[in-house]
């Protein structure tokens, strides 16, 4: 005799950068262990590789993680998490003042959805030479060496990966149709206050944010932090 199938709840979420609305299921135990598995490595591949897994695993639409922005993936795994788990979560955070840990509970229905600019994509290095960038998508993330990410080398990388196209006066150079090698020259050829403008790009790239405040327990600092980005919600 056959065990009785559950049936999980479905719910919606809209993936930020395309306004697409999916519908996806709480994870379930198999898949909650897959996280924590990867959590307690404390590798940061792996746990991206496990987030990836566990929301192709509960989202019925067909979606391309892999070719998702990460803040797409943050929007995700939250609204995910949110269901699977519960709505808040529990931080042990250090005081500004005195260094004193202190609880904070959070709502996940309190973290600001990713706001988009579709128009910081387009950066002029000079008065007639402009590079038009996409967001870094989970593989262009995932493809740089571990600890590469905050390196000038993984920087340029991540912005030769970025690149849609070139303009000037001339005409639109797709990047498409460009060798990495003619992309590689581009960037080098770039002065410093030029490179700092690409970088400004990825670095204030939109994000999950929660505005925290909390009075701290031993000497009574009123403490006031932005979270950003899906690992500052669970460390």
């Known amino acids: 005799m056959a065990l009785p199938q559950l049936n999980n709840?479905?719910?919606e979420v809209t993936i930020p950068s395309t306004g697409q609305m999916v519908t996806y299921r709480p994870y379930?135990?198999?898949?909650?262990?897959?996280?924590?598995?990867?959590?307690?490595?404390?590798?940061?591949?792996?746990?991206?590789?496990?987030?990836?897994?566990?929301?192709?695993?509960?989202?019925f639409d067909e979606i391309d993680v892999?070719?998702?922005?990460?803040?797409?993936?943050?929007?995700?795994?939250?609204?995910?998490?949110?269901?699977?788990?519960?709505?808040?979560?529990?931080?042990?955070?250090?005081?500004?003042e005195c260094d004193s840990r202190n609880d904070v509970q959070i709502s996940f229905?309190?973290?600001?959805?990713?706001?988009?600019?579709?128009?910081?994509s387009t950066i002029m290095v000079t008065d007639d030479v402009g590079i038009t960038l996409r967001?870094?998508?989970?593989?262009?993330?995932?493809s740089i060496k571990q600890g590469n990410t905050e390196t000038i080398e993984g920087a340029m990388e991540l912005v030769i990966k970025c690149i849609t196209s070139i303009f000037d006066e001339?005409?639109?150079?797709?990047?498409?149709?460009?060798t990495k090698k003619s992309l590689t020259d581009f960037v080098e050829s770039l002065n410093t206050e030029q490179f700092i403008?690409?970088?400004?790009?990825?670095?204030?790239?939109?994000s999950l944010t929660y505005d925290m405040e909390?009075?701290?327990?031993?000497?009574?600092?009123?403490?006031?932090?932005?979270?950003?980005?899906?690992?500052?919600?669970f460390t």
């Not at 967001?135 to 995932?142: A, E, L, Q, R, T």
């Not at 001339?170 to 460009?178: F, L, S, T």
Request: contains cysteine; hydrophobic residues 40%.
């Open 214 to 233: 909390f009075k701290c327990h031993s000497c009574g600092k009123e403490n006031s932090q932005e979270l950003r980005g899906l690992q500052s919600f």
């Open 170 to 178: 001339n005409g639109v150079y797709d990047a498409k149709n460009e």
């Open 197 to 206: 403008k690409l970088s400004n790009f990825f670095s204030e790239s939109p």
């Open 9 to 11: 709840a479905r719910y």
């Open 66 to 96: 892999n070719k998702m922005a990460m803040f797409d993936i943050e929007t995700l795994f939250i609204a995910l998490r949110s269901k699977s788990v519960g709505e808040t979560v529990d931080l042990n955070v250090k005081c500004e």
């Open 28 to 59: 379930l135990v198999k898949e909650e262990k897959i996280l924590m598995l990867a959590m307690e490595s404390n590798d940061t591949k792996m746990i991206m590789n496990a987030t990836a897994d566990v929301i192709t695993a509960c989202v």
């Open 109 to 120: 229905n309190d973290i600001k959805a990713p706001v988009i600019n579709t128009e910081a």
């Open 135 to 142: 967001y870094p998508s989970f593989n262009d993330i995932n």
